[in-house]
Protein backbone atom coordinates (compact mmCIF):
# COMPACT_ATOMS: atom_id res chain seq x y z
CA UNK A 1 0.00 0.00 0.00
CA UNK A 2 0.97 3.80 -0.21
CA UNK A 3 1.07 4.03 3.77
CA UNK A 4 3.66 0.91 3.82
CA UNK A 5 5.48 2.27 1.06
CA UNK A 6 6.14 5.77 2.86
CA UNK A 7 7.12 3.87 5.67
CA UNK A 8 9.81 1.79 3.99
CA UNK A 9 11.06 4.94 2.74
CA UNK A 10 11.40 7.02 5.80
CA UNK A 11 12.93 4.24 7.64
CA UNK A 12 15.86 3.79 5.16
CA UNK A 13 17.39 7.07 7.05
CA UNK A 14 15.42 6.97 10.50
CA UNK A 15 18.02 8.90 12.50
CA UNK A 16 19.59 12.46 11.11
CA UNK A 17 22.01 11.32 7.75
CA UNK A 18 24.51 12.64 5.42
CA UNK A 19 23.64 14.70 2.86
CA UNK A 20 24.48 11.34 0.37
CA UNK A 21 22.31 8.98 2.28
CA UNK A 22 19.13 11.68 1.93
CA UNK A 23 19.86 11.54 -1.73
CA UNK A 24 20.09 7.72 -1.88
CA UNK A 25 16.93 7.48 0.37
CA UNK A 26 14.68 10.02 -1.61
CA UNK A 27 15.96 9.93 -5.10
CA UNK A 28 13.47 6.96 -6.28
CA UNK A 29 10.75 9.31 -5.08
CA UNK A 30 11.85 12.16 -7.86
CA UNK A 31 10.54 12.12 -11.43
CA UNK A 32 11.56 14.50 -14.41
CA UNK A 33 8.53 16.20 -16.17
CA UNK A 34 8.55 17.18 -19.57
CA UNK A 35 5.70 19.04 -21.38
CA UNK A 36 5.18 20.08 -24.89
CA UNK A 37 2.43 22.94 -25.12
CA UNK A 38 1.04 24.73 -28.35
CA UNK A 39 0.90 28.26 -28.20
CA UNK A 40 -1.31 30.13 -31.35
CA UNK A 41 1.18 33.79 -32.19
CA UNK A 42 -0.40 36.41 -34.89
CA UNK A 43 0.72 36.06 -38.33
CA UNK A 44 0.64 38.91 -40.12
CA UNK A 45 2.00 37.89 -43.65
CA UNK A 46 -0.02 34.87 -45.20
CA UNK A 47 1.04 33.15 -47.87
CA UNK A 48 -0.08 34.53 -51.50
CA UNK A 49 -0.62 38.70 -50.10
CA UNK A 50 -1.50 40.08 -46.67
CA UNK A 51 -3.36 39.46 -44.38
CA UNK A 52 -4.33 38.37 -40.55
CA UNK A 53 -4.38 34.74 -39.10
CA UNK A 54 -2.35 32.90 -36.78
CA UNK A 55 -0.04 29.98 -36.62
CA UNK A 56 0.61 27.69 -34.14
CA UNK A 57 4.21 26.85 -32.60
CA UNK A 58 5.38 23.87 -30.11
CA UNK A 59 7.45 24.56 -27.09
CA UNK A 60 8.84 22.29 -24.34
CA UNK A 61 9.44 22.61 -20.89
CA UNK A 62 11.42 20.66 -18.24
CA UNK A 63 10.34 20.26 -14.77
CA UNK A 64 10.41 18.08 -11.30
CA UNK A 65 7.87 16.27 -9.51
CA UNK A 66 7.30 13.79 -6.76
CA UNK A 67 5.61 10.48 -5.94
CA UNK A 68 3.16 10.71 -3.37
CA UNK A 69 1.21 8.18 -3.83
CA UNK A 70 -0.73 5.44 -5.80
CA UNK A 71 -4.15 3.40 -6.43
CA UNK A 72 -4.61 -0.45 -8.11
CA UNK A 73 -4.42 1.65 -11.94
CA UNK A 74 -1.78 4.64 -11.24
CA UNK A 75 1.25 5.98 -9.72
CA UNK A 76 0.65 9.67 -8.50
CA UNK A 77 3.35 12.49 -8.97
CA UNK A 78 2.77 15.99 -7.46
CA UNK A 79 4.30 18.88 -8.97
CA UNK A 80 3.43 22.66 -9.43
CA UNK A 81 0.31 23.55 -11.33
CA UNK A 82 3.13 26.04 -13.23
CA UNK A 83 4.62 23.19 -14.46
CA UNK A 84 2.12 21.10 -16.25
CA UNK A 85 -0.31 24.58 -17.00
CA UNK A 86 -1.51 24.65 -20.76
CA UNK A 87 0.22 21.24 -21.71
CA UNK A 88 -0.62 19.59 -24.32
CA UNK A 89 1.64 16.24 -23.80
CA UNK A 90 3.37 15.25 -20.75
CA UNK A 91 6.08 12.56 -19.85
CA UNK A 92 7.99 11.17 -17.17
CA UNK A 93 10.93 9.83 -16.51
CA UNK A 94 11.88 8.13 -13.31
CA UNK A 95 15.19 7.61 -11.37
CA UNK A 96 18.21 5.47 -12.75
CA UNK A 97 16.50 6.78 -16.83
CA UNK A 98 18.68 8.96 -18.84
CA UNK A 99 16.43 11.88 -19.10
CA UNK A 100 19.19 14.72 -21.06
CA UNK A 101 17.40 13.98 -24.02
CA UNK A 102 14.07 13.75 -22.61
CA UNK A 103 12.78 17.44 -24.14
CA UNK A 104 13.17 15.82 -28.12
CA UNK A 105 11.87 12.66 -27.07
CA UNK A 106 8.76 14.71 -26.28
CA UNK A 107 8.47 16.71 -28.84
CA UNK A 108 9.22 14.39 -31.35
CA UNK A 109 6.69 11.72 -29.75
CA UNK A 110 3.97 14.42 -29.72
CA UNK A 111 2.13 13.40 -32.31
CA UNK A 112 -1.84 13.87 -32.93
CA UNK A 113 -3.08 11.86 -30.27
CA UNK A 114 -1.00 13.62 -27.72
CA UNK A 115 0.39 9.89 -26.50
CA UNK A 116 4.56 9.80 -25.82
CA UNK A 117 6.08 6.12 -26.07
CA UNK A 118 9.89 6.23 -26.08
CA UNK A 119 12.04 4.19 -23.77
CA UNK A 120 12.75 6.20 -20.91
CA UNK A 121 9.74 8.68 -21.19
CA UNK A 122 6.32 7.31 -20.02
CA UNK A 123 3.08 9.01 -21.46
CA UNK A 124 1.40 10.79 -18.06
CA UNK A 125 -1.96 12.93 -17.79
CA UNK A 126 -3.08 15.72 -15.36
CA UNK A 127 -5.18 14.41 -12.87
CA UNK A 128 -6.04 17.65 -11.18
CA UNK A 129 -4.67 21.49 -11.00
CA UNK A 130 -4.91 23.95 -8.23
CA UNK A 131 -3.84 27.78 -9.80
CA UNK A 132 -4.34 29.67 -6.73
CA UNK A 133 -2.08 27.30 -4.72
CA UNK A 134 0.57 26.52 -7.90
CA UNK A 135 -0.07 22.58 -7.58
CA UNK A 136 -0.95 19.66 -9.50
CA UNK A 137 -1.03 16.18 -9.54
CA UNK A 138 -0.25 14.09 -12.49
CA UNK A 139 -1.07 10.27 -12.89
CA UNK A 140 1.13 7.81 -14.77
CA UNK A 141 -0.68 4.46 -15.78
CA UNK A 142 1.28 1.82 -13.83
CA UNK A 143 1.12 -0.80 -16.90
CA UNK A 144 3.23 1.83 -18.68
CA UNK A 145 6.01 1.88 -16.30
CA UNK A 146 8.66 -1.48 -17.54
CA UNK A 147 9.13 -3.91 -14.45
CA UNK A 148 12.95 -2.65 -13.52
CA UNK A 149 11.50 0.93 -13.29
CA UNK A 150 8.46 0.23 -11.19
CA UNK A 151 11.11 -1.80 -8.59
CA UNK A 152 13.23 0.56 -7.94
CA UNK A 153 10.93 3.76 -7.23
CA UNK A 154 9.48 4.58 -4.36
CA UNK A 155 6.83 6.56 -2.62
CA UNK A 156 7.78 9.83 -0.79
CA UNK A 157 7.77 10.19 2.98
CA UNK A 158 5.60 13.91 4.07
CA UNK A 159 7.48 15.74 6.46
CA UNK A 160 5.72 18.26 8.68
CA UNK A 161 7.00 21.70 8.03
CA UNK A 162 5.41 23.40 10.51
CA UNK A 163 8.27 22.52 12.93
CA UNK A 164 10.98 23.81 10.75
CA UNK A 165 13.38 25.89 11.91
CA UNK A 166 15.35 28.63 10.53
CA UNK A 167 19.06 27.62 10.03
CA UNK A 168 18.01 23.66 9.30
CA UNK A 169 20.21 21.97 6.54
CA UNK A 170 17.80 20.74 3.91
CA UNK A 171 18.44 18.95 0.14
CA UNK A 172 16.84 19.86 -2.76
CA UNK A 173 16.31 17.52 -5.84
CA UNK A 174 14.82 17.92 -9.48
CA UNK A 175 15.55 18.19 -13.03
CA UNK A 176 17.32 21.37 -13.07
CA UNK A 177 17.71 22.60 -16.54
CA UNK A 178 16.23 19.98 -17.85
CA UNK A 179 19.67 17.96 -17.02
CA UNK A 180 18.01 15.09 -15.38
CA UNK A 181 18.15 14.59 -11.46
CA UNK A 182 20.82 16.56 -9.48
CA UNK A 183 21.16 17.47 -5.90
CA UNK A 184 21.74 20.66 -4.17
CA UNK A 185 22.35 21.19 0.36
CA UNK A 186 21.48 24.23 1.69
CA UNK A 187 19.94 25.63 4.83
CA UNK A 188 16.54 27.27 5.67
CA UNK A 189 17.02 31.12 5.84
CA UNK A 190 13.69 32.23 6.69
CA UNK A 191 10.13 30.72 7.09
CA UNK A 192 6.67 32.25 5.70
CA UNK A 193 8.12 34.40 3.46
CA UNK A 194 5.27 36.32 1.10
CA UNK A 195 6.70 36.81 -2.63
CA UNK A 196 5.26 39.09 -5.42
CA UNK A 197 5.27 37.94 -9.02
CA UNK A 198 3.97 38.41 -12.30
CA UNK A 199 1.75 35.33 -11.33
CA UNK A 200 0.20 36.73 -8.43
CA UNK A 201 1.42 36.48 -4.81
CA UNK A 202 3.14 33.22 -3.08
CA UNK A 203 2.31 33.39 0.91
CA UNK A 204 3.95 31.51 3.57
CA UNK A 205 6.91 29.93 1.48
CA UNK A 206 10.16 28.52 2.81
CA UNK A 207 13.56 30.08 1.89
CA UNK A 208 16.66 28.35 1.23
CA UNK A 209 19.86 28.97 -0.21
CA UNK A 210 19.80 25.36 -1.59
CA UNK A 211 20.60 26.01 -5.57
CA UNK A 212 17.23 25.70 -7.14
CA UNK A 213 17.07 26.67 -10.86
CA UNK A 214 14.49 26.43 -13.93
CA UNK A 215 13.62 22.69 -13.85
CA UNK A 216 13.75 22.14 -10.12
CA UNK A 217 10.49 23.34 -10.31
CA UNK A 218 7.79 20.31 -8.56
CA UNK A 219 11.10 18.93 -6.59
CA UNK A 220 11.50 17.79 -3.59
CA UNK A 221 12.99 20.40 -0.78
CA UNK A 222 13.90 17.57 2.21
CA UNK A 223 15.09 17.55 5.86
CA UNK A 224 18.03 15.56 6.40
CA UNK A 225 15.39 12.61 7.55
CA UNK A 226 14.38 12.19 3.89
CA UNK A 227 11.29 13.43 4.50
CA UNK A 228 9.66 16.41 2.01
CA UNK A 229 9.06 19.28 3.22
CA UNK A 230 8.41 21.52 0.78
CA UNK A 231 7.75 21.43 -2.97
CA UNK A 232 10.61 23.70 -4.68
CA UNK A 233 8.91 26.20 -6.94
CA UNK A 234 11.49 28.26 -9.19
CA UNK A 235 9.43 29.98 -10.81
CA UNK A 236 9.75 33.20 -7.76
CA UNK A 237 13.63 33.04 -8.00
CA UNK A 238 15.13 35.71 -9.59
CA UNK A 239 18.57 35.64 -11.70
CA UNK A 240 19.32 39.21 -10.51
CA UNK A 241 20.16 37.45 -7.15
CA UNK A 242 22.12 34.45 -5.48
CA UNK A 243 21.18 31.91 -2.75
CA UNK A 244 17.33 32.69 -2.82
CA UNK A 245 15.25 29.77 -3.57
CA UNK A 246 11.95 29.15 -2.86
CA UNK A 247 9.29 26.09 -1.81
CA UNK A 248 6.12 25.80 -0.90
CA UNK A 249 5.84 24.20 2.64
CA UNK A 250 4.33 20.52 2.71
CA UNK A 251 1.73 21.52 5.53
CA UNK A 252 0.35 24.18 3.42
CA UNK A 253 0.13 21.69 0.41
CA UNK A 254 -0.74 18.20 1.73
CA UNK A 255 -4.33 18.55 1.68
CA UNK A 256 -4.64 20.12 -1.75
CA UNK A 257 -2.94 17.55 -3.11
CA UNK A 258 -5.16 14.92 -1.46
CA UNK A 259 -8.03 16.53 -3.12
CA UNK A 260 -6.30 16.50 -6.42
CA UNK A 261 -5.04 13.03 -5.66
CA UNK A 262 -8.67 12.17 -5.58
CA UNK A 263 -10.04 13.12 -8.63
CA UNK A 264 -10.89 11.22 -11.95
CA UNK A 265 -8.38 11.36 -14.60
CA UNK A 266 -9.49 13.31 -17.16
CA UNK A 267 -8.47 14.16 -21.39
CA UNK A 268 -9.21 17.12 -22.59
CA UNK A 269 -12.07 17.36 -24.86
CA UNK A 270 -12.74 18.44 -27.91
CA UNK A 271 -13.74 22.20 -28.80
CA UNK A 272 -17.14 20.47 -30.34
CA UNK A 273 -17.78 18.58 -27.20
CA UNK A 274 -16.69 20.91 -24.21
CA UNK A 275 -18.83 22.33 -21.88
CA UNK A 276 -19.78 26.28 -20.72
CA UNK A 277 -21.14 27.42 -17.89
CA UNK A 278 -22.83 30.16 -19.86
CA UNK A 279 -21.55 33.09 -17.77
CA UNK A 280 -19.40 36.17 -18.90
CA UNK A 281 -17.17 36.74 -16.18
CA UNK A 282 -13.88 38.90 -15.22
CA UNK A 283 -11.14 38.30 -12.72
CA UNK A 284 -11.41 39.61 -9.10
CA UNK A 285 -7.40 39.64 -8.19
CA UNK A 286 -5.78 39.97 -5.03
CA UNK A 287 -5.16 43.85 -4.93
CA UNK A 288 -9.16 44.58 -6.09
CA UNK A 289 -10.35 42.02 -3.23
CA UNK A 290 -7.99 43.80 -1.14
CA UNK A 291 -9.52 47.18 -2.03
CA UNK A 292 -12.87 46.15 -2.52
CA UNK A 293 -13.63 43.45 0.60
CA UNK A 294 -13.95 40.76 -2.40
CA UNK A 295 -13.21 37.61 -2.43
CA UNK A 296 -10.43 36.54 -5.33
CA UNK A 297 -12.12 34.67 -7.96
CA UNK A 298 -14.41 34.86 -10.87
CA UNK A 299 -17.19 37.93 -10.96
CA UNK A 300 -20.07 37.11 -12.45
CA UNK A 301 -20.74 39.86 -15.12
CA UNK A 302 -23.44 38.21 -16.48
CA UNK A 303 -25.48 35.15 -17.00
CA UNK A 304 -26.87 34.26 -20.33
CA UNK A 305 -30.23 33.17 -20.88
CA UNK A 306 -30.98 29.40 -21.02
CA UNK A 307 -27.32 28.28 -19.90
CA UNK A 308 -26.66 26.03 -17.05
CA UNK A 309 -25.51 28.55 -14.68
CA UNK A 310 -29.03 30.51 -14.89
CA UNK A 311 -30.78 27.43 -14.16
CA UNK A 312 -28.72 26.25 -11.50
CA UNK A 313 -29.71 29.23 -9.92
CA UNK A 314 -26.10 31.32 -10.49
CA UNK A 315 -26.66 35.13 -10.12
CA UNK A 316 -25.01 38.38 -11.48
CA UNK A 317 -22.52 39.66 -8.63
CA UNK A 318 -21.42 35.88 -7.38
CA UNK A 319 -17.69 35.04 -7.28
CA UNK A 320 -16.88 31.30 -8.19
CA UNK A 321 -13.82 30.64 -5.57
CA UNK A 322 -14.21 26.88 -6.84
CA UNK A 323 -14.22 23.91 -9.19
CA UNK A 324 -14.84 20.99 -8.57
CA UNK A 325 -12.76 20.80 -4.98
CA UNK A 326 -10.38 23.07 -6.72
CA UNK A 327 -9.46 26.74 -6.22
CA UNK A 328 -10.25 29.48 -8.51
CA UNK A 329 -8.72 32.33 -8.85
CA UNK A 330 -9.20 33.69 -12.33
CA UNK A 331 -10.71 33.03 -16.08
CA UNK A 332 -7.87 32.01 -17.11
CA UNK A 333 -7.75 28.95 -14.27
CA UNK A 334 -11.48 28.45 -14.92
CA UNK A 335 -11.28 27.78 -18.10
CA UNK A 336 -8.53 25.35 -17.89
CA UNK A 337 -10.96 23.17 -15.60
CA UNK A 338 -13.57 23.48 -17.88
CA UNK A 339 -11.64 21.94 -20.85
CA UNK A 340 -11.73 18.37 -19.21
CA UNK A 341 -15.80 18.80 -19.02
CA UNK A 342 -18.15 17.89 -22.05
CA UNK A 343 -21.60 19.23 -22.19
CA UNK A 344 -23.97 17.58 -19.79
CA UNK A 345 -21.61 16.71 -17.24
CA UNK A 346 -22.67 18.09 -13.89
CA UNK A 347 -20.05 20.13 -12.07
CA UNK A 348 -19.79 21.58 -8.63
CA UNK A 349 -19.12 25.31 -8.11
CA UNK A 350 -17.89 27.17 -5.05
CA UNK A 351 -19.24 30.22 -4.77
CA UNK A 352 -19.40 33.40 -2.90
CA UNK A 353 -22.60 35.47 -2.72
CA UNK A 354 -22.98 38.97 -1.69
CA UNK A 355 -25.91 39.90 0.49
CA UNK A 356 -27.26 43.86 0.76
CA UNK A 357 -24.12 44.15 3.78
CA UNK A 358 -21.34 43.71 1.17
CA UNK A 359 -20.98 40.33 3.04
CA UNK A 360 -20.13 37.27 1.20
CA UNK A 361 -21.89 33.39 2.17
CA UNK A 362 -20.07 30.63 0.81
CA UNK A 363 -22.15 27.85 -1.02
CA UNK A 364 -22.20 25.09 -3.34
CA UNK A 365 -23.75 24.87 -6.74
CA UNK A 366 -24.41 22.00 -9.02
CA UNK A 367 -24.08 23.04 -12.90
CA UNK A 368 -25.29 20.96 -15.74
CA UNK A 369 -22.94 22.08 -18.72
CA UNK A 370 -24.17 23.08 -21.49
CA UNK A 371 -23.55 23.73 -25.01
CA UNK A 372 -21.37 26.57 -26.91
CA UNK A 373 -24.28 28.64 -28.78
Known amino acids: SSETAASETAAAVSQTGSVAEVADTAMPTVVAITSVSVQEIPNYFRA ?9 YSSEGSGSGIIVGENDDELLIATNNHVVSGATTLSVCFVGNDVVNAEEETVDMSGSDGDVNVEDAVSAK ?7 NDLAVVAVQKSDIPEDTLSQIKIAQLGNSDDLQVGEQVVAIGNA ?17 NISTDDGTSSSLIQTDAAINPGNSGGALLNMQGEVIGINSAKINSSAVEGMGFAIPISDASDVIQNLM ?3 TRSKVSDEERGYLGIKGYDVSEEGAQMYNMPTGVYVKEVMSG ?30 QLQYYKAGEEVTLTVQIPDKNGEYTEKDIKVTLGKNS
Open 48 to 56: FGFGYGTQQ
Open 126 to 132: IKGTDES
Open 177 to 193: LGYGQSVTSGWISALNR
Open 262 to 264: NKE
Open 307 to 336: GGAEKAGLTKGSIITGFEGSSISGMSSLQE
